[in-house]
Structure formats: C-alpha cells, structure tokens
C-alpha cells in the first residue's frame, strides 16, 4: 500500500491544520488507518487511530479533545484534524495501515502493529 501524506505546515499556537493521507490502494476499506508522530531527537509516538469502519477511533492522551481522526473509504483517504495547536505538537506526522477484516471496531496503536508508512510531512508550531 502507498501512502500519500500532506497538509503539514508552520502554525501559531492556537491554530489548526488538517493532515490528509491518500492511498493507492483499491482496498483501503479493509485497512485500519494510524496517525503517528516523530519529533526531533524522540521515538515515533502513536497520536491516532481508525477501524476500517469508521465507526472506532483512539487517541492518544496529549491529543485528546484536539485532534480527529476520520476516514472516507469512497477517497481512499484519512484525515487529521488538529485544532488548539500547541509548540509540543511540532513533529514530523506519519501516516500507517495495518490490513485487518475483523471486527469493524478493532485499532492498532503500536508503531509494530503497522505494515505501510507514508513518507511524512512536517508540522510546525510556534509560540
């Protein structure tokens, strides 16, 4: 599966940004979709995560209540919406699928529980 990441950029503290991941993949619906992060000098962090449904998300605790996590199958796409955005949120933000058929509420949140990875794109946030 290629992945596709974009809408990364440089915001004030306080604002919002919304990261879209397109995937070649004519299954997307039977993939379980994550969002992951990676600061400079850090381990890549899990920030969210979707069932091939749609209907089951998770989030990380530093972005919960900031960030969403949505998905249209019919696009082939996942978004991350991130509002009330804080200098801690500066990282390089990954993309990831993990095939999975299963129960339509099942999430993945470790880095090793995914298969696929987009090449990432840069958020900046200044203070």
């Known amino acids: 599966v290629q992945l596709q990441a974009s809408g990364g950029g440089l915001v004030q503290a306080g604002g919002s940004l919304r990261l879209s991941c397109a995937a070649a993949e004519r299954t997307f619906s039977n993939y379980v979709m994550g969002w992951f992060r990676q600061a400079p000098g850090k381990e890549r962090e899990f920030v969210a995560a979707?069932?091939?449904?749609?209907?089951?998300?998770y989030y990380a605790d530093s972005v919960k209540g900031r960030f969403t996590i949505s998905r249209d199958n019919a696009k082939n796409t996942v978004y991350l919406q991130m509002n009330s955005l804080k200098p801690e949120d500066t990282a390089v933000y990954y993309c990831a699928a993990r095939y999975y058929r299963g129960n339509y509420y099942r999430v993945y949140y470790r880095v090793a529980e995914y298969n696929y990875w987009g090449q990432g794109t840069q958020v900046t946030v200044s203070s």
């Open positions: 979707i069932s091939w449904s749609g209907s089951s998300t």
